[in-house]
């Protein structure tokens, strides 16, 4: 049943849209290249003249890190004892620790990993992830029921195992796209910038929050940023299909995915909202995780109080998206169950 879901989704014409959409994302990844280490260049106010540093790469890298290091210093440095705060306790505790780990007194290459990360989380290439997932997942059952095979389908003895096996899909879907982008990314960037180097470094060495990231190496870093997006890209995909089960043609389903895709952004809107509950909102907006402008996968957030109760900003994000998942998976049976089974 699985496979002839997944014939039916290459046999489809929505397919060709995601084949053009794929082959876009494949082409953005050469166009993608981050400031390196090793390079530095900004534009002048005050002479009116874009400034390209011309010392040799080394000097430029070791400079750098330095002033990550000296910024992780600073707050390691702390005494811990006169701080009253909890969270900057916390985060001159991951400094040390950090620090201990990976003293920074010299730069390794890291280029790999830099490149690779920041192609891999590029908002471009996951807003063109979510284009494919949509198109896909918001047809999987309109197409059916505008053809009329729907009701084959809820007559059958096996309706169940058809409606589920649409739901797998749906969940499978997003992990395979962002994939097949992941492998493309690595051998492009393999071939460009050579091998991988130093992936068991602190993470602070390709972070720009320095301070802030987590005690982590460079690859459970860009683990914890593919494992976030991995669970948007799921609960996306999720409640997608499970728009394609409740509305009648594509263009409402669609739109409400992309509704459900703004959600985020839209709550933050409503000022009467707690303060805390703005907190979990916007680090779990998918617009914010996607455009990186939500840090739950690579900084300490701090903690909030929830029902008198504190509680990790971060494991309470996550905690969110996993729940998000979770109520889309049931939404999909009790529609089976309940609704097109009437």
């Not at 280029?111 to 989380?121: D, I, L, S």
């Not at 929830?306 to 996550?318: E, G, H, Q, R």
């Amino acid at each position: 049943m699985l496979r002839w879901e997944l014939k039916k989704i290459v046999k489809n014409k929505t397919s060709i849209i995601a084949l053009i959409l794929m082959g876009l994302l494949f082409i953005q990844i050469g166009f993608v290249k981050p400031m390196l280490e090793t390079q530095n260049e900004y534009f002048d106010e005050s002479k009116n003249e874009y400034i390209v540093d011309k010392r040799p790469v080394d000097v430029i890298a070791q400079e750098k890190l330095d002033n990550k290091v000296n910024e992780i210093k600073s707050i390691a440095n702390k005494n811990t004892h006169g701080l009253k705060d909890k969270n900057e306790k916390q985060i001159s505790k991951m400094s040390k620790e950090k620090l201990s780990k990976d003293n920074g007194k010299k730069y390794k290459d890291v280029t790999f990993y830099q490149v690779f990360e920041n192609r891999a989380t590029f908002p471009l290439a996951t807003l063109l992830i979510v284009a494919i997932i949509v198109t896909l997942s918001s047809n999987l059952y309109t197409d059916e029921r505008l053809s009329n095979v729907d009701t084959i389908i809820l007559s059958s003895k096996n309706k169940y195992k058809a409606l589920n096996s649409k739901l797998l899909i749906s969940i499978i879907l997003p992990i395979i796209v962002y994939a097949i982008y992941l492998i493309a990314t690595f051998i492009a960037t393999y071939i460009q910038y050579g091998a991988p180097m130093n992936g068991g470094l602190q993470a602070y060495r390709i972070s720009s929050m320095a301070s802030l990231v987590r005690e982590k190496s460079i690859v459970q870093y860009i683990a914890s940023e593919v494992g976030v997006i991995s669970l948007v890209f799921i609960a996306i995909s999720i409640f997608s299909a499970l728009f394609s089960f409740i509305t009648k043609n594509s263009i409402q389903s669609i739109s409400c995915s992309i509704l459900f895709i703004a959600m985020g952004k839209i709550l933050v809107f409503f000022k009467f909202l707690p303060y805390e509950l703005m907190l979990i909102i916007h680090q779990c907006s998918f617009i914010d995780i996607l455009s990186k402008n939500s840090f739950i996968s690579t900084a300490y957030m701090g903690q909030i109080k929830l029902f008198s109760m504190n509680f990790d900003l971060v494991i309470t994000c996550l905690s969110t998206l996993g729940l998000i998942i979770v109520s889309g998976i049931l939404l999909n049976v009790y529609v089976f169950k309940k609704v097109l089974n009437r």
